[in-house]
């Protein structure tokens, strides 16, 4: 897997929260069938999501969910730490310590976690 497909898996991790609550306003104004224009969850043109986008983000979350289902505890842990209570520039080693792993198998395990992801998304190139 190329650095940029890396990158990018790990900007929407990282937006995780934001995605799920964003399509959760969605959902719930979808479903109180009022004036959907009027009840947009979004003030402004530059956040507003194409029928495109709601619908990859709807996918990622699944996809994610999916995976932290099939995974381990060490997983999840990582991904806890890292992406849904982290920032990008949480390093590796204070992962590794709230998570009691060595630094090395958060590396490894997170590797292996953007790779099941690029692989479900159909993003990694053989």
């Known amino acids: 897997m190329n650095k940029a497909t890396r990158t990018h898996i790990r ?3 990282w937006k995780y929260k934001v995605i799920k609550k964003t399509l959760r306003d ?6 109180n069938q009022e004036n959907i ?16 986008q709601i619908v990859f983000h709807k996918m990622f979350l699944q996809i994610i ?6 995974s381990t505890s060490e997983v999840q842990a990582i991904f806890n730490s890292k992406y849904l209570h982290g920032h990008p520039s949480k390093e590796n080693a204070i992962v590794a310590m709230e998570t009691f792993l060595s630094e090395s198998t958060v590396k490894r395990r997170d590797n292996e976690f953007l790779k099941e992801i690029a692989e479900r998304l159909g993003w990694l190139s053989v």
């Open 11 to 13: 900007s929407l991790l």
């Open 26 to 31: 969605f959902s719930d104004v979808m479903n």
């Open 37 to 52: 224009f009027l009840e947009y969850p979004f003030i402004g043109i530059e956040n507003c999501w194409t029928m495109n």
């Open 65 to 70: 969910s999916d995976i932290l289902d099939d």
